[in-house]
């Protein structure tokens, strides 16, 4: 018998039970609205890909030199599905995890997580420093100044966009209309 899937409840309980930094407790807000969005998009489960996106930086603030491994461990001990622990882990993919994005929910996971940093760095150099009134455009403008959000790895974001198949800007706007649902969480309502 399958585990059942988690609430966001029981998601965001883990998460702040292994997280107190701000920074890291919107990322996960961001990604987790982002992946709401895109199960909407696909014709998905809005929850199961919510909490997926809500906990993959689980053992991050704790356990950096573990990432995806005490994920992996923590979701486990918690009862979570075994293909929602993949989902999880397959996120680190050739950074920390040799697990391989196959579904459309691990490689839309894949995709994302590096492209909300971008998006949320793109949005606070912004005039009304919001994702509300951002376009694709202003973002790709920064995709090419290495020097922008250096730590961002534009590699990885680009192996999720051929992953997935798409062109950069859709993925782009996407996760932009994701972040605009859980802007006020993530601090990037700005003025707009």
């Given at each position: 018998?399958?585990?059942?899937?988690?609430?966001?409840?029981?998601?965001?309980?883990l998460?702040?039970?292994?997280n107190?930094?701000?920074s890291l407790?919107?990322?996960?807000?961001?990604?987790?609205?982002?992946?709401?969005y895109?199960?909407?998009k696909?014709?998905?489960?809005?929850?199961v890909?919510?909490?997926?996106?809500?906990?993959h930086?689980?053992d991050?603030?704790?356990?950096?030199?573990?990432?995806?491994k005490?994920t992996?461990?923590?979701?486990?001990?918690?009862?979570?599905?075994?293909?929602?622990i993949?989902?999880?882990?397959s996120?680190?993919?050739?950074?920390?995890?040799?697990?391989?994005?196959?579904?459309?929910?691990e490689?839309?996971?894949?995709?994302?997580?590096?492209l909300?940093?971008l998006?949320?760095?793109?949005?606070?150099?912004?005039?009304?420093?919001?994702?509300?009134?951002?376009?694709?455009k202003?973002?790709?403008?920064?995709?090419k100044?290495?020097r922008?959000?250096?730590?961002?790895d534009r590699?990885?974001?680009?192996?999720?966009v051929?992953?997935?198949?798409?062109e950069?800007?859709?993925?782009?706007?996407?996760?932009?209309?994701g972040?605009?649902?859980v802007?006020?969480?993530?601090?990037?309502?700005?003025?707009?």
């Amino acid at each position: 018998m399958s585990s059942p899937i988690p609430t966001r409840e029981d998601a965001l309980a883990l998460l702040k039970k292994y997280n107190r930094s701000d920074s890291l407790i919107k990322h996960a807000f961001a990604v987790e609205g982002v992946m709401r969005y895109m199960a909407r998009k696909y014709g998905e489960d809005e929850n199961v890909w919510g909490v997926v996106g809500l906990v993959h930086d689980l053992d991050y603030e704790q356990f950096p030199d573990q990432h995806c491994k005490k994920t992996e461990e923590i979701l486990k001990e918690n009862n979570w599905p075994d293909h929602l622990i993949r989902a999880v882990v397959s996120h680190g993919w050739g950074i920390c995890s040799d697990v391989q994005p196959q579904t459309t929910m691990e490689k839309v996971l894949f995709a994302i997580d590096e492209l909300t940093g971008l998006v949320a760095t793109s949005a606070l150099v912004r005039p009304t420093k919001s994702v509300l009134d951002m376009k694709a455009k202003s973002v790709k403008k920064k995709w090419k100044d290495k020097r922008f959000a250096a730590k961002v790895d534009r590699s990885i974001i680009q192996q999720g966009v051929d992953m997935l198949g798409v062109e950069l800007g859709e993925l782009i706007t996407d996760t932009i209309m994701g972040m605009r649902e859980v802007a006020d969480e993530i601090g990037l309502k700005g003025d707009a």
